[in-house]
């Protein structure tokens, strides 16, 4: 039965504390580890397609790129994956990362007010960026995403009115 707890110290720096039932139970015997050297993030999105399995997504601080790493119970934290971004412009929002289903996430971000995505399963690994059509939002808010079941979640954002503007999947 592992937890995670990840933070953002001052530095930007990513880092997670985690601990398993052979541990301590007041987490007393686990150390805060730093997931990625030399990258500024904002705040990470945490997935988990299943109990063996955590994701995290960021948007570097330069807003130039998206990073992925990953933790399984096999290999421990993986090396982090560059993903780069939708379109052209900056990033202007944080990353909203959700897993669609087991074994396949959908990992979200803004440009200029347009909705960018990619997609993760287990056979394909990551897809291409594509834009999200119907669907503008401010720049500088963060995306949230709610799974209600397997392949069926909805996407809310805030538009430019400060209206909340859903998409369902």
Known sequence: NPLAVFGVNDQNELWVKEWTNWNETDWSDTEWVKLMDGVAIERPSVV??????????????????????????KSGWKTAQLLGKGGSSDLSAPVTLVATAKDAMSLFTVQQGQIWYRNWDEDAQWGAWQKLAGMTVQDSKALTAVVRGPHDYMLLG????????????
């Open 48 to 73: 988990s397609r299943h109990s063996n399995h955590l994701g995290v997504a960021i948007r570097a601080q330069s807003h130039k790129e998206v990073r992925y790493i990953e933790w399984s119970t």
């Open 158 to 169: 805030i538009d430019t009115n400060n209206d909340v503007v859903t998409k369902q999947f």
